[in-house]
């Protein structure tokens, strides 16, 4: 565990950007139901400030764009813009999706300020040999948000190629992570929606 605690705090200062294609599943346990959904992840770290940007394809699509403690959840569809103050919804934010950005450029201090931390046993994810991560949330909002978060970390790496949210419900959201590039060259027009004249803003409260 602390080996690789120790190299996440290395990427997590040199990070300075990321990309990764992604495939998310949604678990409904009272309807026994998953949803799998493919999309696209982007983190950008500027002057100690964290951007990221989750896009979600397919027949319901969704671009999700976290900056400081301002969410903006866009539906293209529908022409609308959901905005949270992810700061009154508790340290790490309302959004499963801001929790699931939990184990990228994210310093191990911050970790254990805010979880208790065990390493589980190893697993094979996507063809790599992997160790599993567990957190378990120390501040009651978040718990409300997440039971526990789980990451796997392959062998020698920092950064983790899938990444588990369970709520106390027994649902769950997973993102498994692939083309994984850290530090790509990616232009500050990837970390801004690209909205159209007429779209609506509605502020979540």
């Known amino acids: 565990?602390?080996?690789?605690?120790?190299?996440?705090?290395?990427?997590?200062?040199?990070?300075?950007?990321?990309?990764?294609?992604?495939?998310?599943?949604e678990y409904t346990k009272i309807l026994n139901d998953k949803e799998d959904t493919d999309g696209l992840r982007?983190?950008?770290?500027?002057?100690?400030?964290?951007?990221?940007?989750?896009?979600?394809f397919g027949q319901n699509p969704q671009t999700l764009r976290f900056a400081g403690k301002t969410v903006e959840n866009y539906y293209p569809d529908a022409k609308l813009v959901e905005v949270y103050d992810a700061g009154k919804f508790g340290k790490m934010g309302k959004q499963v999706d801001q929790l699931l950005l939990i184990g990228i450029g994210v310093p191990s201090a911050d970790l254990r300020r805010d979880f208790d931390i065990t390493a589980g046993g190893t697993e094979t994810i996507g063809g790599k040999p992997t160790t599993r991560i567990r957190l378990?949330?120390?501040?009651?909002?978040?718990?409300?948000?997440?039971?526990?978060?789980?990451?796997?970390?392959?062998?020698?790496?920092?950064?983790?190629?899938?990444?588990?949210?369970?709520?106390?419900?027994?649902?769950?959201?997973?993102?498994?992570?692939?083309?994984?590039?850290?530090?790509?060259?990616?232009?500050?027009?990837?970390f801004e929606l690209n909205l159209p004249a007429d779209v609506k803003r509605k502020v979540i409260k």
């Open 1 to 25: 565990l602390n080996d690789i605690l120790a190299r996440m705090d290395q990427s997590a200062r040199n990070l300075r950007t990321f990309s990764a294609k992604m495939k998310r599943t």
């Open 136 to 190: 378990i949330p120390k501040d009651s909002d978040l718990k409300k948000q997440a039971e526990k978060i789980e990451m796997w970390v392959p062998e020698g790496e920092s950064v983790p190629i899938q990444v588990k949210v369970t709520r106390t419900s027994g649902d769950y959201n997973e993102a498994l992570y692939s083309d994984v590039k850290v530090n790509p060259a990616l232009p500050d027009s990837a």
């Open 42 to 56: 982007l983190v950008k770290r500027s002057n100690g400030q964290t951007v990221g940007i989750v896009q979600f």
